[in-house]
């Protein structure tokens, strides 16, 4: 039996403070967290009700958030409470929590400072991966080796980037000071080589050497 896909289901849904009904809780396409990936986000398991861990996600969620420059307009308990409320109204007794935070659709340049933090919270029943019997008996790892797919005598892995996902703490910084600094876009490979043009977007070479 095929599952019901996600935008089809019933129920309720933690949406910016309020439970909503599971088909009304919407965005717009043009959505910064979608479009500039600024969205952070947790995947939480439930067992026999209770979130596994709940705490230390939500401090890993906030941790991401901050990193992100991203301030969430809940403090960590109000986020807690919301958690196990969804869970309690969904009635999950074995399941996931998906809470996630992203920027909403005022701007869509890079840093968007001005853009209302949204904050959803919501849950389904979702059993486990594995056959009841195989978690009773013991469940084989199958191992295989290989070789490291970073390793230089690959072919070249291809990331989209700003400036370098090595240098990414410092345009992160940069975006919270609202400082300019040097953005590139291009592909780089393992070994750091650069085979596309830079886009001169923005450009501070005495604030942002490369």
Known sequence: MESIPYDKRSGKIWFNGKTVEWKDANIHILNHGLHYASCVFEGERVYDGEIFKLEEHTERLFYSAKRMGIKVPYSQKEINDACKNIVNIQKVLNGYVRPLIWRGSEMMAISAQKNKIHVAIATWEWGSYFDPKLKLNGIKLPTRAM????????????????????????????????????????????????????????????????
């Open 147 to 210: 070789k490291n797919i970073f390793h230089k005598s690959c072919f070249s892995k291809i990331c989209c980037f700003e400036e370098s996902f090595k240098k990414i703490d410092r345009i992160i910084d940069a975006i919270k000071r609202r400082k300019k600094v040097r953005i590139y876009g291009g592909i780089v490979s393992t070994d750091s080589f650069i085979n596309k043009k830079e886009l001169p977007q923005m450009a501070d070479r005495k604030k942002s050497p490369v």
